[in-house]
Each structure stands twice: as structure tokens, then as C-alpha cells.
């Protein structure tokens, strides 16, 4: 353990959705094995979804449990579809941890409604946010990776970035965009040693479910089971199985996976 702890030193995490749900569960594993975060949240709710996201006393909360940890910290309020909170966010992390090796473009929001009952304010948010919102994030730190000739950017899509979902279409759109941008941007960073993955979760144990729960009036675990259908009899997974993956695909052991889709969906995708 002691020589993977060592593989992480001095490397710094930038996680988008960090205040809680995967991102923080991410942030806080990182945080074990040696890696700097810079955590960047929205920190408050917004009218679409509607459903509590993080907010800046979970950030603030983060900060001390990595502190309890022994590990460096920094978090910034702000919204990914903005390119000034994202550029201050970028520059306080260079200022501080002198580079970004790792890019966890996690933040994302869900919400349901049939196509044809949609507004385009809810198309809009859904896609600025878990589609534009990572280009805006990435094209601020892939420049740093470039100069410094390394670097791994996990961007989190779903099993709804793999298959089509009912009464979601705009977040599997928001979804699949996720997975075309993985597999390009693999292409045009390999040759700067930068390597590129999507992540693809079954339902998650995490405030957004429950908010999709309260949305629907349903329990967080009738909505879980509604749209999985997970070949193991489980009615999701923790956010702490998709911090062990993250943990493990930005690690030197996989320094060969690039531009691939790692599914996380106990069995889902099988049937
Ligand atoms: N929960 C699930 O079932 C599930 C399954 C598969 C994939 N995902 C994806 O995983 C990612 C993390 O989801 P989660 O389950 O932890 O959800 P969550 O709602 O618990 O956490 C998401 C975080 O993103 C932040 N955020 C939202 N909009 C933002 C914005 N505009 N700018 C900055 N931050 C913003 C929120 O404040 C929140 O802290 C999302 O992209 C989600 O779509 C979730």
C-alpha cells in the first residue's frame, strides 16, 4: 500500500460535484492515498431540478474530514456553465497545488419528463450543465495537462449514456454527449500522454436519488429499483464503489486504459 500511496503524492484532484453524493465519496478516497483536492460545487439549489445539491457547509465539511486525514484542501463555490467561476476555480488550484493531474467531471443534475413535455429551459439546463459543463471545465485544465505532459480526465456519465432511459431522454442525451467526448478527447490528448475514461453507474446511493425520490413521491429505494433492474439483487450501488473505481482507473495500474467506458452497474447492462 505504502508504494501506491507514493504513486499519488503530490498530485491534485480537480472534482466538479464535490460537496457531496460521488464526488465527495471520490474526494475523500483520493484524499487516503495522498492526493491534493480541489473541490468545486455549485453550493446551492437552483429551481431545475428543484431537489437539494450540495451545499458550501458540505464543502466546508470535506475540507475537515480531509484535514482529519492528513490531506491538502481547497474548495471554490461555483456553477460548471460558468467560465469565470471555473477560471478562478483553476487558478486558486494552480496557486495552491502548482497542477492538475487528475479532472473528475462528476457535477450533474437528473430530472424526468416525457420529450414531447419538456421546456427548453429544462433541456437547456440539463445539457449546460452535464454535457457543456464539462467541456467548460476541461478545456481550462487539459491546457495545464498538456504542458506538463500528463494527466486523467474521468468524466461521469451513466448507464444512461449507454442505453436509452424512459421519461429521460435529455439526461441520456446529456449522457451519451459524455461518452463522445471521452473517446475524442482520448484521441486528440494521447499523444500528450493524457488519457481519458467515462464512467457508467447503475442507480447510486446519493442525495440525488433521494431528491428524484421526493420529486416522483416515491422512497429512494422505489425510484432506485424503477429504473435499474441490476442482475445482482441490489437496488443500487454506494458512492463508495464508484470512488474505489475512480480511485483505481487514475492510478499508474491503469495507465494503459484510454478512451474506454467502465461500467459500474452490478449486471444492468447484461440483460
Ligand atoms: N445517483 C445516481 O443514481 C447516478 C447514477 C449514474 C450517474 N450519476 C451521475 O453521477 C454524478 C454525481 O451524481 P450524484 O449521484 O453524486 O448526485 P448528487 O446530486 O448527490 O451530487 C451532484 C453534485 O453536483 C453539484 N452540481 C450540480 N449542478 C452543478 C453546477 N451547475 N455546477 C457545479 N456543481 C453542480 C451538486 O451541488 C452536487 O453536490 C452526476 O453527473 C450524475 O448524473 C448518478
Redesign the pocket.
Known amino acids: 500500500m505504502g508504494e501506491i500511496k507514493e504513486a499519488f503524492r503530490n498530485k491534485t484532484a480537480f472534482i ?9 465519496a471520490t474526494a475523500l478516497a483520493l484524499a487516503k492515498k495522498g492526493v491534493r483536492i480541489a473541490a ?4 446551492k439549489k ?1 429551481s431545475y431540478p428543484g ?1 437539494k ?2 451545499t458550501v457547509e ?1 464543502l466546508e465539511s470535506l475540507g475537515a474530514e480531509i484535514s482529519k486525514l492528513g490531506g491538502e484542501y481547497i474548495y471554490t463555490a ?4 460558468n467560465d469565470d467561476d471555473i477560471r478562478k476555480a483553476v487558478h486558486k488550484t494552480v496557486q495552491h497545488f502548482g497542477q492538475v493531474d487528475i479532472l473528475f467531471n ?5 430530472a424526468y419528463g416525457q420529450a414531447q413535455d419538456l421546456s427548453e429551459e429544462e433541456w437547456d439546463t440539463m445539457l449546460d ?2 454535457l457543456k ?1 464539462a467541456w467548460l471545465t476541461a478545456r481550462r485544465i487539459i491546457p495545464l495537462m498538456i504542458e506538463k505532459k500528463q494527466g486523467v480526465i474521468i468524466n ?5 449514456g449507454l442505453r436509452g432511459m424512459n421519461r429521460l431522454s435529455h ?1 441520456a442525451a446529456s ?1 451519451w454527449g459524455l461518452t463522445g467526448l471521452t473517446k475524442s478527447w482520448a484521441i486528440e490528448l494521447a499523444p500528450h500522454n493524457i488519457r481519458v475514461l467515462s464512467i ?10 433521494d ?1 428524484l425520490a421526493e420529486l416522483e413521491g416515491l422512497t429512494p429505494k422505489q425510484v ?1 429499483e424503477r429504473s435499474a433492474g441490476n442482475l445482482i439483487d441490489v437496488p ?1 450501488i454506494e ?1 463508495e464503489d ?1 470512488a474505489n473505481a475512480v480511485v483505481f482507473l487514475v492510478s499508474a495500474e491503469a495507465r494503459f486504459l484510454t478512451g474506454s467506458q467502465f461500467v459500474l452497474d452490478a449486471g444492468l447492462l447484461t440483460r
Not at 466538479?16 to 465527495?24: D, P, V
Not at 468545486?40 to 453550493?43: A, R
Open positions: 466538479t460535484g464535490a460537496a457531496h453524493g460521488q464526488g465527495r468545486f460545487d455549485l453550493g437552483i431537489y445539491l450540495g458540505d461555483g456553477d460548471v456553465r462528476n457535477a450533474g443534475i437528473c450543465i452535464n459543463g461521469n456519465s451513466s448507464i444512461a439526461y449522457k457508467h453507474p447503475t442507480g447510486v446511493n446519493t442525495p440525488m436519488n431528491g432506485a443500487w458512492a464508484v
